[in-house]
Nanobody, 124 residues
Framework: QVQLEESGGGSVQTGGSLRLSCAAS????????MGWFRQGSGKEREFVAG????????LYSDSVKGRFTISRDSAKNTMYLQMNSLKPEDTAVYSC?????????????????WGQGTQVTVSS
């Protein structure tokens, strides 16, 4: 299995940027496709972005496409989410997840391992 830990959350103003990190430990990081999800207060969990096991393929939700960039560094066993042009509606707890598949998915049910999450707050 793999353990995941997010970091990099915080509070920013509209238009600001943050970079989230997801550090993996345990089983080989390259075994997993990875994803970022978020859950705002009173809302359902939402897919944000995903990256394939090889890093060659990415997926984004329409709401973040063009503003967020997902990447992974196998040497550091870490996945990243660069978030630019942040909006108040991006406010949520962001969690990273891993699935035992070469390709990523938008559906959270395919992800077996989850981090605890990191809070992102965007003020207007």
């Amino acid at each position: 299995q793999v353990q995941l830990e997010e970091s990099g959350g915080g509070s920013v103003q509209t238009g600001g940027s943050l970079r989230l990190s997801c550090a993996a430990s345990g089983r080989t990081f390259n075994t997993y496709a990875m994803g970022w999800f978020r859950q705002g207060s009173g809302k359902e969990r939402e897919f944000v972005a995903g990256i394939s096991r090889s890093g060659d393929s990415t997926l984004y939700s329409d709401s973040v496409k063009g503003r967020f960039t997902i990447s992974r560094d196998s040497a550091k066993n870490t996945m990243y989410l660069q978030m630019n042009s942040l909006k108040p509606e991006d406010t949520a707890v962001y969690s990273c997840a891993a699935q035992e598949s070469p390709v990523t998915s938008r559906n959270p049910k395919y992800y077996r391992y989850w981090g605890q999450g990191t809070q992102v707050t965007v003020s207007s």
